[in-house]
Every structure is written in structure tokens, then in C-alpha cells.
């Protein structure tokens, strides 16, 4: 490999990093208010929700797999959530118990997956869908506004820190503990390698199918109820597109779709706040909101670029390998 | 007696593959086997690697009923499987590799986690034992082939075997690699356990072991101390049959040169490669897997891209490949692998028959398909090839036969005239029967007119079919004979025996 190879491996490896100063760079220059502490920790708590519905998704997508429906989840949990508290149902009674409909639809998932054999794609867009319908039938397609409680837990501070940014921290130590440091988790990348040798291996391979599906969608369910908490109410559109979001912040973070690369920390974390940090500043600047969704798709675009270049550039070092 | 098989038969459908094979195999011992393409080998250490059970006959180990049901079962009784293609994950650390399934953990407070400590330690140790001295929180991606070979031995090393089976493993190895290797099988000889080396080297198998085993046609034909065998009975053995009578004869009128490839160089793959083909002519390609034929004709079909070079066709120079244009120009490639790239198995007979040749059917502005049209060409290609099947449009060809699928293959291509077919191992695990009519089909072709660049790994057929046969190695050409040079030896020589001396 030339110097100038081994430089582009270098910046194509690091790219997030490299993207994520360009933008607080450009922001800080942009406005004085951007760098500011308290907008700091406004962008972490900001982006608490979907740091963790994509900390699920880097467990699913690290099997070569996908889910698309972790927007609906989030929609589902929060309107029986809200209607659960609305009734009279104490949050604490709440909480669980929508967590398990978050492992419900993993399950429901990973069977069709690992049992009929159908694509992951394709499954999770019918549990995209109808995650959506149901939610829009219980709400009767009205907003649920949420009792003062619930926006309390979210505004409610544990050793000095917001509650939101403390359940992140949990989930994404765990996530990481997980991933780096279990049987598990380095099963997950034999799979997302090549799933046939894994078979071949021993690993097993169903098991492992099932347990990040169903993380992932515990993880929606989670990050449901932390945007909750921040809003005070569950309007009809809400957790729409927000697994676009969680797919682009786990490949913004290194995350492969080609499966068995990528990591949470710190990737996935760097990938959800680089996308936080771009719609915060877009508000802070004073962007026509209707522009958001174009550099959105403009940085979702130059991900997928960059992975791609990232994965060819791979194969290309791997095949002068084996030159003659 | 260490291992023991008795009477073992196994069958895929009406296809028997083994036909009742007995032989045992002593501690510490190394059998060489060795056979044709297609001969039943494979088949043979996947019952034994527990990949699937036997149709008929017992097999022991160490005096017990031997039948595992998974590679992991094999495993766990002491036989590892050292597979061609290494069943390695590049994107973890050698340590994982080495530990995938059974991570040696501890708890912390209640919670278990890798121990990384233990880890390194084990995995060293076991590195040690094949000689291996880098660290084992190297990925695997970062190894050359040599020692990803050597890591996938020290995995096996990792279950205490008492039989390791090594398939085809110097191909991907330089000359001095292997011959660590050869060492390293020693040692592990002299520690008791016992071998099974697959090879088409014929000369490293007889350096190596201590006995050889000789499969034809899904038997057993001989197996003997290595003393009683040279080169020369090796391969008698093996092939077995006389050819003369097995290979149908075709008229002969050769005409000008069609194809024209000079210095073809893909970066990695080819190297110089610099040959021609007549009309009407059969011209063979011959060499060990992976010595750079598929990669070749894939460029010259226009499926990967070259470097430097060129290609003439019928006397214009060709600068641009892609398979639509080989398809124009009456170029046909039929893949080596018929199930990924030769066929759609889960469409029907005549969808897949009528692929390549779609646009001979269309007609008018819109290039409607005519139906009717394609349906008569189908059935006549089809039956010209002697295909069985039962029903052209309801039936799948997943639910043919291997021979029967490959026809159907060589039916899509006949059905498009190609002027050029390209073979890529066109009797790759058929039957005897079936090849004798596709040898047929090919000769019929080239009598009308068209010309045919066939690799192989049965130098036999080659030598029955073509009338040259160009020899590659290392992604060159190493040699080429003409017909009246064909002399089995010499051939297997260049092509086995000289290819660690060209480097």
C-alpha cells in the first residue's frame, strides 16, 4: 500500500470523527451559542432517544440485518404508554410493562426471520407498518397528551446528571459490555461475517438471530419512553423516520451494512450526536426548518458513500493480498 | 485400529456417490487420498467431518459407533476438518477465532465476561504449537494466506483431535510455506495423531504420506503402502478407463483464427497471457485450481476487467467487455458453479433455458416476447440435449438432477448460436453418463461451424476433447501442447510437478 493509500484508509476510518469536527467547527464559527455548555448538554439530552434506538440497530445491522419498524415501536409504546397513564395506571406500572411490547415486536421479527427465512428487510417493513396502523387505531389518530409526571422523570436529575443522559449512559455501557466483552457479543460478528461459516462453527447462529432482534427492539421501546419524557406528549407522527435516523447514526459510526464491522463505543455514540449536532445547529442558525430533511439526506448520502468506499477499499487492500 | 469404515454407501437421490467404501486408519498414520474430480472424496470426509450421515455401512472410532450429526459433533469425538475454502471469520482476532464457541470466562460480581488474560495465554500456546509467534490480538484479515491456514490448524489443535482431514491445503501456499506445513504434519504424526491428506499434488502426497488411497467412480480401487506407487500408476489408477472409446470422435476442419489474446493482464489474477483460438476449434485449458483460468475467461467475457492487453475478435480489437456485448458477439460463457451463477433455481425449466437467448424471440417495436415461439426453440434445444424432466414450465430446475441441470445450462447457451462457448468445468459432478452427452453436444457444435475454450481439472477429458491444451499456472501460461503431443504425463507434469519450480 502507497502512502497516499494508507492516508485515504486513515481518513475514510476516521471519517465520522473527522465529519463530526468539521461540523462543530463550522457551527461554532456559525454562532457563539452553538459551543456553549448548555448547549452541549442540551445536544446530549437532545440526542439521549435516538443514541439509543441506534445502539439497537448496531446489534442488529452488525448480523448483515436491518429493522425498519424500530420507528414504529417507538410510536406503539408511546401511545399505549400514554393511554395506560391517561387511565390512571401508575408510570411505574407503565414502564414494564410497554418494555415487554418492545421485545414483542423483536420477537415477532426474529421469527419471521430465522423460522420462514424471509428477509429482514422485507419484515420489518410489514412490522414498520403495521406497528404504524396500530398505533394510529388505539390513538384514534390524536395526539395523547401526557400527564406532568412524565415530563418530571424527564427533567429529573440522578448524581447531578438529567435523567435522559443517565439512561443513555446505562444503555450504552451495556450495549458495549456486551458487544466487546461477552461470548455474545463476538458471536454477533461471526454471524454478520459470513452466517453459513458460522453454522459451520458452531456458533449458534438462531439464538443469536433472536437476541438482537429482540434487543433491538427493547431498545425502541426504551427510547420511546426517554423522548417521552422530553416531550410531554404523543403526537401522530411521532417516531416517524426515526429508524432512518437510527440506521444512519450506527453507519455514520462505522457500523458496516455489509455486517460484522462497526461498534457503539464509540461509533454508534459519535454517529447519533454528529446527527443531533447538525439539527441543533440547523435551529441554532435559523435554517428554514423545511431545508432540515435535505442535508439530512445529504449527510445520510455521503454515509453510505463513505461505507462503500470504505468496504471496496477493504476488498481491494484484501485482494493485493493474495497477488501473485 | 484407530478409525474403521465398513461398507459405508451414500447416495443424493438416485445418484450413488460412494458404492460401499471399507478401508481403517491407524494412529499416527498419514493416508494420502487421491481421485478424480467428482470420484467421491469430498463426499467421503464430509461423512466423516459430520457434514452429512452415510446412506448405508458403520463407521467406528477408537472401537465406538462413529456418527456425528454436525461438524461441531466430529469435532468434539477428535476429528477436525481442515477445509479447502478456511472457515475463518477475518473480521475478529485470532485469539476469537481460536475461541469462538467455548471463550474461556470469569465472573465479575456475578457477571461473565471474556477473560482476555486467559485468552492470550491459550491462544499463544496453541499458536506456538504450529509455530506461529504473532500476536494473537492480530486480526484475521491482516494475515497473508499462509498463516490463516496455520491459525485454522491451531483451532483444530484446540479440540485435542485424533484425526485431522486436510483438503487441497498448498493450494494457496508458495513453495516454502508448504513445506512448513509438510513439516508441521510431521510433527503432529509424531505426536499420534492421525492424517487424512487430500491432494491433487500428486508429488506431495507421495513425500508426505504413509499410505494412499485410491477413489474412482465412487470406490475404493486400491490402497497400499506408498512404496508400491509412482506417479505413473497414481494417475492409471485413478483414471482407469481407457479414453479412446469413451470420447466420441468429430470431423475436423480447422479454420482461421476467431479470438486472438495477447499479454491479458488483470493485476492480481493473469499475467501475460497470451493465446488463440480457430474457428472450429477445441482448445483446453488446464492447471490446478486457482492457478488463473476461471479468473481469464471471466475477463475475457467481459465479467471482470483487465488491466493491460488485448483482445481481438474476428479481427477487431475489442477495448470494451461486458457480458450484454459478449452476448452480441456471440460469445457464451457457462460458469463453473451452476447452482450460483449458471442457473435461477427457483424458476422454472423453460424461464432459465430461454434466458440468454431472450432477444432472439422479441419482435416489433416493443420487443414483446413471443411466447409460442420461445417455447418450440426451448423444448427442441432441450430435447437435443437429452435432458429428463417432466414438465418444461411447471417444473423448478432445482428439482433436476445435477447432469440434468447442467443441459439445461448448455441449452440456454447453445440457444443464443454462439460462435465462442466458453466452459468452465462443464462436468463438474455429473455422471458418467450424462458427460458422455455433453462431450457430444460440444463436438456437434464445433462441427457447425463454432469454437469452444474449455477448462477442466480432468486432463482426460481434455485430452479427448481438444486440440490444444494450454497449461497455466500462477496465473501464466506455462506450456502448450498440440494433439499429437498429448501425452498424459508430461501434461501432469507441467502442470503439478514444474509448478513450484517456475516460480
Given at each position: 500500500?502507497?502512502?497516499?493509500?494508507?492516508?485515504?484508509?486513515?481518513?475514510?476510518?476516521?471519517?465520522?470523527?473527522?465529519?463530526?469536527?468539521?461540523?462543530?467547527?463550522?457551527?461554532?464559527?456559525?454562532?457563539?451559542?452553538?459551543?456553549?455548555?448548555?448547549?452541549?448538554?442540551?445536544?446530549?439530552?437532545?440526542?439521549?432517544?435516538?443514541?439509543?434506538?441506534?445502539?439497537?440497530?448496531?446489534?442488529?445491522?452488525?448480523?448483515?440485518?436491518?429493522?425498519?419498524?424500530?420507528?414504529?415501536?417507538?410510536?406503539?409504546?408511546?401511545?399505549?404508554?400514554?393511554?395506560?397513564?391517561?387511565?390512571?395506571?401508575?408510570?411505574?406500572?407503565?414502564?414494564?410493562?410497554?418494555?415487554?411490547?418492545?421485545?414483542?415486536?423483536?420477537?415477532?421479527?426474529?421469527?419471521?426471520?430465522?423460522?420462514?427465512?424471509?428477509?429482514?428487510?422485507?419484515?420489518?417493513?410489514?412490522?414498520?407498518?403495521?406497528?404504524?396502523?396500530?398505533?394510529?387505531?388505539?390513538?384514534?389518530?390524536?395526539?395523547?397528551?401526557?400527564?406532568?409526571?412524565?415530563?418530571?422523570?424527564?427533567?429529573?436529575?440522578?448524581?447531578?446528571?438529567?435523567?435522559?443522559?443517565?439512561?443513555?449512559?446505562?444503555?450504552?455501557?451495556?450495549?458495549?459490555?456486551?458487544?466487546?466483552?461477552?461470548?455474545?457479543?463476538?458471536?454477533?460478528?461471526?454471524?454478520?461475517?459470513?452466517?453459513?461459516?458460522?453454522?459451520?462453527?458452531?456458533?449458534?447462529?438462531?439464538?443469536?438471530?433472536?437476541?438482537?432482534?429482540?434487543?433491538?427492539?427493547?431498545?425502541?421501546?426504551?427510547?420511546?419512553?426517554?423522548?417521552?419524557?422530553?416531550?410531554?406528549?404523543?403526537?401522530?407522527?411521532?417516531?416517524?423516520?426515526?429508524?432512518?435516523?437510527?440506521?444512519?447514526?450506527?453507519?455514520?459510526?462505522?457500523?458496516?451494512?455489509?455486517?460484522?464491522?462497526?461498534?457503539?463505543?464509540?461509533?454508534?455514540?459519535?454517529?447519533?450526536?454528529?446527527?443531533?449536532?447538525?439539527?441543533?445547529?440547523?435551529?441554532?442558525?435559523?435554517?428554514?426548518?423545511?431545508?432540515?430533511?435535505?442535508?439530512?439526506?445529504?449527510?445520510?448520502?455521503?454515509?453510505?458513500?463513505?461505507?462503500?468506499?470504505?468496504?471496496?477499499?477493504?476488498?481491494?487492500?484484501?485482494?493485493?493480498?493474495?497477488?501473485? | 485400529?484407530?478409525?474403521?469404515?465398513?461398507?459405508?454407501?451414500?447416495?443424493?437421490?438416485?445418484?450413488?456417490?460412494?458404492?460401499?467404501?471399507?478401508?481403517?486408519?491407524?494412529?499416527?498414520?498419514?493416508?494420502?487420498?487421491?481421485?478424480?474430480?467428482?470420484?467421491?472424496?469430498?463426499?467421503?470426509?464430509?461423512?466423516?467431518?459430520?457434514?452429512?450421515?452415510?446412506?448405508?455401512?458403520?463407521?467406528?472410532?477408537?472401537?465406538?459407533?462413529?456418527?456425528?450429526?454436525?461438524?461441531?459433533?466430529?469435532?468434539?469425538?477428535?476429528?477436525?476438518?481442515?477445509?479447502?475454502?478456511?472457515?475463518?471469520?477475518?473480521?475478529?482476532?485470532?485469539?476469537?477465532?481460536?475461541?469462538?464457541?467455548?471463550?474461556?470466562?470469569?465472573?465479575?460480581?456475578?457477571?461473565?465476561?471474556?477473560?482476555?488474560?486467559?485468552?492470550?495465554?491459550?491462544?499463544?500456546?496453541?499458536?506456538?504449537?504450529?509455530?506461529?509467534?504473532?500476536?494473537?490480538?492480530?486480526?484475521?484479515?491482516?494475515?497473508?494466506?499462509?498463516?490463516?491456514?496455520?491459525?485454522?490448524?491451531?483451532?483444530?489443535?484446540?479440540?485435542?483431535?485424533?484425526?485431522?482431514?486436510?483438503?487441497?491445503?498448498?493450494?494457496?501456499?508458495?513453495?516454502?510455506?508448504?513445506?512448513?506445513?509438510?513439516?508441521?504434519?510431521?510433527?503432529?504424526?509424531?505426536?499420534?495423531?492421525?492424517?487424512?491428506?487430500?491432494?491433487?499434488?500428486?508429488?506431495?502426497?507421495?513425500?508426505?504420506?504413509?499410505?494412499?488411497?485410491?477413489?474412482?467412480?465412487?470406490?475404493?480401487?486400491?490402497?497400499?503402502?506408498?512404496?508400491?506407487?509412482?506417479?505413473?500408476?497414481?494417475?492409471?489408477?485413478?483414471?482407469?478407463?481407457?479414453?479412446?472409446?469413451?470420447?466420441?470422435?468429430?470431423?475436423?476442419?480447422?479454420?482461421?483464427?476467431?479470438?486472438?489474446?495477447?499479454?491479458?493482464?488483470?493485476?492480481?489474477?493473469?499475467?501475460?497471457?497470451?493465446?488463440?483460438?480457430?474457428?472450429?476449434?477445441?482448445?483446453?485449458?488446464?492447471?490446478?485450481?486457482?492457478?488463473?483460468?476461471?479468473?481469464?475467461?471471466?475477463?475475457?467475457?467481459?465479467?471482470?476487467?483487465?488491466?493491460?492487453?488485448?483482445?481481438?475478435?474476428?479481427?477487431?480489437?475489442?477495448?470494451?467487455?461486458?457480458?450484454?456485448?459478449?452476448?452480441?458477439?456471440?460469445?457464451?460463457?457457462?460458469?463453473?458453479?451452476?447452482?450460483?451463477?449458471?442457473?435461477?433455481?427457483?424458476?422454472?425449466?423453460?424461464?432459465?433455458?430461454?434466458?440468454?437467448?431472450?432477444?432472439?424471440?422479441?419482435?416489433?417495436?416493443?420487443?414483446?416476447?413471443?411466447?409460442?415461439?420461445?417455447?418450440?426453440?426451448?423444448?427442441?434445444?432441450?430435447?437435443?440435449?437429452?435432458?429428463?424432466?417432466?414438465?418444461?414450465?411447471e417444473q423448478l430446475v432445482s428439482t433436476l438432477s445435477g447432469g440434468n441441470q447442467q443441459k439445461i445450462v448448455l441449452a440456454k447457451w447453445l440457444l443464443t448460436d454462439p460462435e465462442l462457448l466458453i466452459l468452465d468445468e462443464p462436468t463438474k459432478g455429473i455422471d458418467i453418463g450424462a458427460k458422455r452427452e455433453i462431450y457430444g453436444l460440444i463436438n456437434n457444435l464445433v462441427e457447425n461451424g463454432s469454437s469452444v475454450l474449455m477448462i477442466s481439472s480432468e486432463l482426460e477429458e481434455l485430452m479427448g476433447l481438444c486440440d490444444r491444451i494450454i497449461v497455466m499456472s500462477k496465473g501464466k501460461i506455462t506450456a502448450?501442447?498440440?494433439?499429437?503431443?498429448?501425452?498424459?504425463?508430461?501434461?501432469?507434469?507441467?502442470?503439478?510437478?514444474?509448478?513450484?519450480?517456475?516460480?
Open positions: 500500500m502507497t502512502r497516499f493509500q494508507k492516508a485515504i484508509q486513515l481518513l475514510l476510518n476516521y471519517s465520522t470523527v473527522v465529519l463530526f469536527l468539521v461540523v462543530l467547527v463550522t457551527f461554532g464559527l456559525l454562532s457563539p451559542k452553538f459551543l456553549t455548555l448548555g448547549n452541549i448538554t442540551n445536544i446530549l439530552i437532545q440526542s439521549s432517544s435516538l443514541t439509543i434506538l441506534a445502539i439497537g440497530m448496531t446489534f442488529v445491522l452488525l448480523t448483515a440485518g436491518i429493522d425498519l419498524s424500530v420507528g414504529s415501536i417507538m410510536f406503539v409504546v408511546g401511545v399505549i404508554s400514554g393511554k395506560l397513564v391517561v387511565i390512571g395506571l401508575p408510570i411505574w406500572w407503565a414502564i414494564p410493562l410497554v418494555l415487554v411490547i418492545g421485545l414483542l415486536f423483536g420477537l415477532v421479527n426474529a421469527f419471521f426471520i430465522f423460522k420462514l427465512k424471509i428477509v429482514p428487510f422485507i419484515v420489518t417493513l410489514a412490522t414498520f407498518y403495521v406497528g404504524r396502523g396500530l398505533g394510529l387505531y388505539i390513538s384514534e389518530t390524536r395526539a395523547i397528551n401526557l400527564p406532568e409526571s412524565f415530563l418530571q422523570i424527564g427533567s429529573s436529575k440522578l448524581l447531578g446528571l438529567p435523567m435522559p443522559i443517565v439512561i443513555l449512559l446505562l444503555v450504552l455501557i451495556i450495549g458495549h459490555f456486551v458487544l466487546s466483552s461477552t461470548q455474545f457479543g463476538r458471536q454477533v460478528y461471526a454471524v454478520g461475517n459470513d452466517m453459513a461459516k458460522a453454522r459451520k462453527a458452531g456458533v449458534p447462529v438462531k439464538k443469536i438471530l433472536l437476541t438482537v432482534y429482540l434487543i433491538c427492539g427493547l431498545c425502541a421501546a426504551i427510547s420511546s419512553l426517554v423522548a417521552l419524557a422530553q416531550l410531554g406528549a404523543v403526537s401522530p407522527t411521532f417516531g416517524y423516520q426515526n429508524e432512518f435516523m437510527a440506521i444512519a447514526a450506527a453507519v455514520l459510526g462505522g457500523t458496516s451494512l455489509f455486517g460484522g464491522k462497526g461498534n457503539i463505543l464509540p461509533g454508534t455514540l459519535i454517529g447519533a450526536l454528529l446527527i443531533q449536532s447538525i439539527q441543533n445547529g440547523l435551529v441554532i442558525i435559523n435554517v428554514n426548518p423545511y431545508i432540515y430533511p435535505v442535508i439530512t439526506g445529504t449527510v445520510i448520502f455521503l454515509i453510505v458513500m463513505i461505507d462503500s468506499l470504505r468496504h471496496k477499499s477493504v476488498q481491494k487492500a484484501l485482494r493485493t493480498k493474495t497477488t501473485i | 485400529m484407530l478409525l474403521q469404515l465398513k461398507n459405508i454407501k451414500k447416495s443424493f437421490g438416485k445418484v450413488e456417490v460412494l458404492k460401499g467404501i471399507t478401508f481403517s486408519l491407524d494412529e499416527g498414520m498419514i493416508l494420502g487420498l487421491i481421485g478424480e474430480n467428482g470420484a467421491g472424496k469430498s463426499t467421503m470426509m464430509n461423512l466423516l467431518g459430520g457434514i452429512f450421515p452415510p446412506t448405508a455401512g458403520e463407521m467406528f472410532l477408537n472401537g465406538e459407533t462413529y456418527l456425528p450429526n454436525s461438524p461441531i459433533a466430529a469435532q468434539s469425538k477428535g476429528v477436525a476438518f481442515i477445509h479447502q475454502e478456511l472457515n475463518l471469520f477475518p473480521n475478529l482476532s485470532i485469539a476469537e477465532n481460536l475461541f469462538i464457541n467455548q471463550f474461556p470466562k470469569k465472573r465479575f460480581f456475578g457477571v461473565s465476561r471474556i477473560d482476555k488474560k486467559t485468552i492470550n495465554v491459550k491462544a499463544k500456546e496453541l499458536l506456538g504449537q504450529v509455530g506461529l509467534t504473532m500476536d494473537p490480538n492480530k486480526k484475521v484479515e491482516e494475515l497473508s494466506p499462509a498463516p490463516r491456514q496455520l491459525v485454522e490448524i491451531a483451532k483444530a489443535l484446540g479440540a485435542n483431535p485424533k484425526i485431522i482431514i486436510f483438503d487441497e491445503p498448498t493450494t494457496s501456499l508458495s513453495h516454502h510455506e508448504a513445506k512448513k506445513l509438510f513439516e508441521l504434519i510431521k510433527k503432529l504424526k509424531a505426536q499420534g495423531i492421525a492424517m487424512i491428506y487430500i491432494s491433487h499434488n500428486l508429488d506431495d502426497v507421495l513425500k508426505l504420506v504413509d499410505s494412499v488411497a485410491i477413489l474412482r467412480d465412487g470406490e475404493l480401487v486400491r490402497m497400499d503402502e506408498k512404496k508400491s506407487f509412482d506417479i505413473q500408476t497414481m494417475v492409471k489408477e485413478m483414471v482407469g478407463r481407457e479414453m479412446l472409446e469413451f470420447f466420441p470422435g468429430r470431423m475436423k476442419k480447422i479454420g482461421k483464427k476467431v479470438l486472438e489474446v495477447e499479454n491479458l493482464t488483470a493485476k492480481g489474477f493473469i499475467k501475460d497471457v497470451t493465446f488463440h483460438i480457430k474457428k472450429q476449434e477445441v482448445v483446453g485449458f488446464y492447471g490446478l485450481v486457482g492457478a488463473g483460468r476461471s479468473e481469464m475467461v471471466r475477463v475475457l467475457y467481459g465479467l471482470d476487467r483487465f488491466d493491460s492487453g488485448s483482445i481481438v475478435w474476428k479481427g477487431e480489437l475489442i477495448d470494451k467487455t461486458n457480458p450484454v456485448l459478449s452476448i452480441q458477439r456471440g460469445i457464451a460463457f457457462l460458469t463453473e458453479d451452476r447452482i450460483e451463477e449458471g442457473l435461477l433455481t427457483r424458476m422454472n425449466i423453460q424461464k432459465n433455458a430461454q434466458l440468454a437467448a431472450l432477444g432472439h424471440f422479441t419482435k416489433g417495436l416493443l420487443h414483446r416476447i413471443n411466447r409460442f415461439e420461445a417455447k418450440e426453440k426451448v423444448k427442441e434445444k432441450v430435447y437435443a440435449t437429452k435432458t429428463k424432466y417432466e414438465n418444461l414450465t502448450s501442447f498440440d494433439k499429437s503431443q498429448f501425452e498424459r504425463n508430461t501434461i501432469l507434469e507441467v502442470a503439478l510437478h514444474k509448478q513450484t519450480a517456475i516460480l
